[in-house]
Nanobody
Framework: QVQVVESGGGLVQAGESLRLSCVASGNIGSVNHMAWYRQAPGKQRELVASILSNGGTNYGDSVKGRFLISRDNVKNAFKNTVYLQMNNLKPEDTGVYYC?????????WGQGTQVTVSS
């Protein structure tokens, strides 16, 4: 059974930093694509950042230059970890942050972790 678990959210002030972690575990095989999404109240879920097994990355326009996605254990078939380093946080970064992996032909989402940035 594949599990995806996020951690690291919290309440911070504008300008501060947070680091989110996401552990994908179980019989995950070779996971090519891992990503972070976020959803603010009343808004649609949006892509924050994604990373491929070859290290290729993609960022949403609003976080470019402030957020950094990275990944551990790429070749581990039972555990992969993806991180999201968030710097210079802004109130508009507030939302629930979700981790998503693409495994065995389908998306698997975590339960989300709340990030709140006060002004």
């Amino acid at each position: 059974q594949v599990q995806v678990v996020e951690s690291g959210g919290g309440l911070v002030q504008a300008g501060e930093s947070l680091r989110l972690s996401c552990v994908a575990s179980g019989n995950i095989g070779s996971v090519n694509h891992m990503a972070w999404y976020r959803q603010a109240p009343g808004k649609q879920r949006e892509l924050v950042a994604s990373i491929l097994s070859n290290g290729g990355t993609n960022y949403g326009d609003s976080v470019k230059g402030r957020f950094l996605i990275s990944r551990d254990n790429v070749k581990n078939a039972f555990k992969n970890t993806v991180y999201l380093q968030m710097n210079n946080l802004k109130p508009e970064d507030t939302g629930v942050y979700y981790c998503k992996i693409y495994v065995y032909g389908r998306d698997k989402w975590g339960q989300g972790t709340q990030v709140t940035v006060s002004s």
